[in-house]
């Protein structure tokens, strides 16, 4: 009898942890990262709009700034985030999402520049932490962006950390991306992202375009001016679209297939995370400081004096030379044109819009002329043309897919 | 057997019941104020829960605190010292965080803890 009533409160106990379980299960792993299983806040990548503000590198060391971070924390952080940065602040207790502890070192080690900036600037009041019930205020309106970063530099002292907050010394902010880099990257990219994986060479044998080596300083596919490097934006629309082979002589075999496949059905996520990793291996995003990005004005009416003009244009810019008179990549020079690796390269076949790889909208015509094709023959024109000019050429570029009679735009 | 059986049933129901009920009361809510009515002493939240917003009034009763913390003004003390705030000081736009209670189907406050006065 005893046996059976210390069975059944057995039992009962157990039904009471079940029952407890399913009001509060564990932690779930939301974005695979160590901090967010122990409860805190899910490092997802930032934004496009936040993605390059990456902060100088100056800033996690220097001592005016701490200073002035520590006043601005007093006054405006403490309150939840506590004193001692330890999230043990008097208004923090009851808050349904805890504010972050500066003194878990993994966690910190998790947050990218990118992603804290950009917490500091619109709080909880984005998804996902909206989702889960953020009380976190935006400082974007109250703060200026040094402000910012001076709160940010003075919350990673807590850290215990004393060189700056950057990738290649918090290498676990970007495994994400790195993981994802390996088994879907690697093979074109290499290892190192240097553009010397084993399946690259097997596209274009001993002839361009290459693999891109992401720790240079060229990058053909921007919306930022000549000799810089693309924004994130610029780099979420290749690896979403895709690299497409131009055509023309030189890539028989290629043409119109894409030479880079389009990662359209990764989750973006995903794709944000990879960029992560891309840009860890090339310093120079961090030390580029505010990116500025082409201007596309907007487009004027098409007229026949317009096309006319950009006619003119074309022979007198001398793009014949390498797309040849009827645009069709077989100008005098296009045999004999190599790129930044000494390699030959094709010229872009302009009667074939849906080849461009830049994209074939009238802006994005507009946008490669002005910023060039880093790597390539294909020079800037954003010093050299004025913006009228400009459209001219690009009305008349995109009429050659119609004998040069018509300028009806091509699509994506 | 039928009775140990019924005392095992009545332990799980018993537990599920009671850990639903005392996680749903100390379960905080946090949101911008949206409106303030002093005579009937409710509070309009804007909160967002799982990605949804929608507004949740707020009772407040004698018992219930509403609490705001600020730097301690006296000499050599540099702490945070609590101050109790009156229905009558919120203002639509300010950050708070409410634990609550249940109660005849209206959400009861025990302590609105204000984080950011804007």
Redesign the interface.
């Known amino acids: 009898m005893r046996a059976?009533l210390f069975?059944?409160?057995a039992?009962?106990?157990l039904?009471?942890?079940?029952?407890?379980w399913?009001?509060?299960p564990p932690a779930t792993r939301a974005n695979g990262d160590k901090h967010e299983e122990k409860g805190g806040h899910a490092h997802v990548p930032a934004p496009l709009e936040y993605a390059d503000v990456h902060v100088p590198l100056s800033v996690w060391t220097d001592p005016a700034l701490i200073a002035r971070g520590k006043e601005i924390y007093t006054?405006r952080c403490?309150?939840?985030h506590g004193?001692q940065g330890d999230g043990k602040?008097?208004?923090g207790?009851?808050?349904?999402?805890k504010p972050s502890d500066f003194h878990d070192k993994d966690g910190v080690a998790e947050m990218r520049d990118n992603y804290w900036f950009w917490r500091v600037s619109e709080g909880?009041q984005v998804?996902p932490f909206?989702?889960k019930?953020?009380?976190m205020?935006p400082w974007k309106s109250d703060l200026s962006v040094e402000d910012r970063w001076a709160v940010m530099a003075y919350q990673h002292t807590f850290s215990g950390h004393n060189g700056p907050h950057v990738p290649w010394e918090h290498p676990e902010s970007v495994a994400m991306g790195r993981d994802i880099f390996a088994m879907a990257c690697v093979p074109c990219h290499g290892v190192a992202g240097k553009g010397d994986g084993s399946v690259g060479p097997m596209l274009a044998p001993r002839r361009a375009p290459q693999p891109r080596d992401f720790t240079s300083a060229e990058f053909k596919f921007r919306s930022t001016p000549s000799g810089q490097l693309p924004t994130t934006a610029d780099l979420f629309r290749t690896l979403t679209e895709g690299v497409r082979s131009s055509g023309g002589p030189m890539t028989i075999g290629l043409r119109g297939h894409r030479i880079m496949p389009s990662f359209q059905h990764m989750p973006v996520a995903q794709r944000l995370e990879v960029l992560e990793y891309v840009k860890s291996l090339n310093r120079g995003f961090w030390e580029r400081g505010a990116v500025k990005t082409v201007t596309v004005p907007a487009a004027p009416t098409l007229t026949p004096e317009r096309l006319a003009r950009g006619k003119k244009l074309y022979a007198d810019a001398e793009c014949l030379a390498c797309h040849g008179e009827r645009g069709r990549g077989d100008g005098p020079s296009a045999s004999t044109l190599k790129d930044n690796r000494n390699l030959p390269i094709g010229t872009t076949d302009l009667t074939r819009p849906e080849r461009f790889k830049n994209g074939a909208r009238p802006e994005d015509v507009y946008r490669t002329l002005v910023t060039g094709l880093a790597g390539t023959p294909m020079p800037s024109y954003g010093d050299s043309l004025e913006p009228d000019q400009l459209w001219d050429l690009v009305y008349y570029v995109l009429s050659l897919s119609r004998g040069g009679r018509t300028a009806e735009a091509g699509s994506r | 057997m039928t009775k140990a059986m019924f005392v095992i049933v009545a332990f799980i129901v018993v537990g599920v019941v009671s850990a639903a009920h005392s996680v749903a009361d100390e379960a905080p809510i946090s949101g911008t104020v949206k409106a303030i009515d002093t005579s009937g002493k409710t509070l309009t939240l804007q909160t967002t829960a799982k990605g949804k917003t929608r507004d949740v009034t707020i009772v407040l009763k004698p018992e219930s605190r509403i609490l705001r913390f600020a730097r301690s003004t006296e000499p050599g003390k540099t702490g945070f010292v609590e101050h109790s705030l009156s229905i009558s000081d919120l203002k639509p736009g300010w950050i708070v965080s409410v634990t609550t209670k249940h109660e005849g189907g209206n959400e009861v406050a025990e302590t609105v803890t204000v984080v950011m006065e804007r």
């Open positions: 059976k069975t059944s409160l039992i009962g106990v039904g009471l942890l079940v029952g407890l399913l009001v509060h006054t403490a309150v939840c004193d602040g008097p208004a207790v009851a808050l349904p999402l909880g998804e909206k989702g019930g953020s009380a205020p």
